[in-house]
């Protein structure tokens, strides 16, 4: 009877726990957007997951990333580069006075014309750049009227207009002549000089006041009057100047063999 007993209350447990004492719990399904329960792992199906890889933030919906802003493109234009300086330039040749020298077309920048009426009498361009400037020189000048070739002018003061002048300077024995100077300005100018020598022979020097080497030419004749027109290309920076002097190297008549001078143009 003790058996059977037994038997029975074994059978009721039996069936009361059936055959799993942990029945599975059901897999929780949340609506998007809805917080994970506590103690709910994460990373599970639909709970909480990102776009990024399979990372999952618990409670948080996927991040929509705003793309970062486009930065504008480097300029891709060819630099600037800074000026240079001038580089020092200094040339000197020698051609022919045309029979009529117009120093207003040809001195557009500035000319100046000497001895019209008396030996100290210096016309130039007015409204000029003022760049030709009479520094003197050795001996005393003197005016002649006899030059082979004819200078005229529209623009001049303080005489305002000449059609036709042979009239110029001269200063006689060796050593004794001119000296001028030509201011710069960084940009290549032209000079046109025009001077002579008269039983004499005459030397050129041009130089710029930044060094380098002086340019020299010769002009000579020992028996009458010989002119020339001297040209000289030059570049300087602003601040800078070419000197000229214009000299009796040798006399071939001992009382007065010369150097003479006319006029002088930039362009």
Request: glycine share 12%; charged share 20%.
């Amino acid at each position: 009877m003790g058996s059977v007993t037994a038997l029975a209350c074994l059978a009721v447990l039996v069936t009361y726990l059936g055959p799993d004492s942990d029945p599975a719990e059901p897999d929780l399904v949340l609506p998007a957007g809805a917080p994970t329960p506590a103690g709910y792992p994460t990373g599970a199906a639909g709970v909480g997951e990102s776009a990024e890889a399979g990372i999952a933030t618990p409670g948080l919906q996927p991040r929509e990333r705003t793309p970062p802003p486009s930065e504008p493109p480097t300029p891709t234009g060819t630099p600037v580069a800074a000026p240079s300086p001038a580089v020092p330039t200094l040339s000197v040749s020698r051609a022919d006075v045309p029979a009529e020298v117009d120093l207003t077309a040809l001195g557009t920048r500035d000319w100046v014309h000497w001895g019209l009426n008396r030996p100290e009498t210096v016309v130039r361009k007015g409204g000029g750049t003022g760049e030709i400037r009479d520094e003197g020189g050795r001996g005393a000048r003197d005016r002649y009227d006899t030059n082979p070739e004819l200078f005229g002018w529209r623009d001049g003061t303080p005489v305002p207009a000449v059609s036709a002048t042979g009239v110029g300077v001269f200063v006689c024995g060796t050593g004794n002549g001119f000296t001028l100077s030509v201011a710069g300005d960084g940009e290549p100018r032209t000079v046109h000089l025009f001077a002579g020598v008269w039983m004499a022979q005459g030397r050129l020097d041009v130089r710029l006041s930044t060094g380098g080497a002086t340019r020299t030419l010769r002009l000579e004749d020992p028996h009458t009057t010989h002119t020339a027109q001297f040209v000289i290309k030059f570049r300087v920076p602003r601040g800078e100047r070419l000197s000229i002097s214009w000299t009796v190297e040798e006399t071939f008549r001992s009382s007065c063999g010369n150097v003479n001078l006319q006029a002088a143009a930039v362009r």
